[in-house]
């Protein structure tokens, strides 16, 4: 009984589960989609300090991505559409962003970038987010 109680506790810390990412709202086929995946209040949603990230082609106004095999865990993404293929999300001169972008739960502030609390997916079971960028 107890070996059976081990192999099961096993089971459950080393579960990993999926996380279906549907971008909407995308302007153009130009360019590409920059998806962050960020685990920590510290680092989201600052590119390049992200837990994993992607860049991807699209065809369309809309794209679908998955992360595969995360650990269960607290995330929050941050996605822009970088129509002009620089490598960074282009901003005016008052630093208000020129290509579009979002975040998990569609959270949005006026003149800076959400809280990880208000973009937070807990990732517990596998889950389909669907994220409107502007």
Same mark, same amino acid.
């Given at each position: 009984m107890k070996l059976l109680f081990v192999f099961i506790s096993l089971a459950f810390l080393g579960a990993t589960y999926d996380l279906e990412v549907q971008v909407e709202g995308i302007p153009n086929t130009k360019g590409t989609l920059f998806i962050g995946l960020f685990n920590s209040s510290?680092?989201?949603?600052?590119?390049?300090?992200?837990?994993?990230?992607?860049?991807?082609?699209?065809?369309?106004?809309?794209?679908?991505?998955?992360?595969?095999?995360?650990?269960?865990?607290?995330?929050?993404? $941050?996605?822009?559409?970088?129509?002009?293929?620089?490598?960074?999300?282009?901003?005016?001169?008052?630093?208000?962003?020129?290509?579009?972008?979002?975040?998990?739960?569609? $959270?949005?502030?006026?003149?800076s970038s959400p809280s990880f609390e208000a973009a937070k997916v807990v990732l517990d079971r596998d889950k389909k987010c669907q994220i409107r960028i502007k």
């Open positions: 510290a680092t989201f949603p600052n590119y390049g300090k992200q837990y994993k990230g992607v860049v991807v082609t699209h065809e369309g106004k809309s794209h679908v991505y998955k992360f595969k095999n995360l650990p269960k865990d607290t995330y929050a993404l $941050a996605i822009y559409h970088d129509e002009n293929k620089n490598g960074k999300l282009d901003k005016n001169l008052f630093g208000a962003p020129t290509e579009a972008y979002g975040f998990s739960n569609n $959270a949005r502030e006026t003149f």
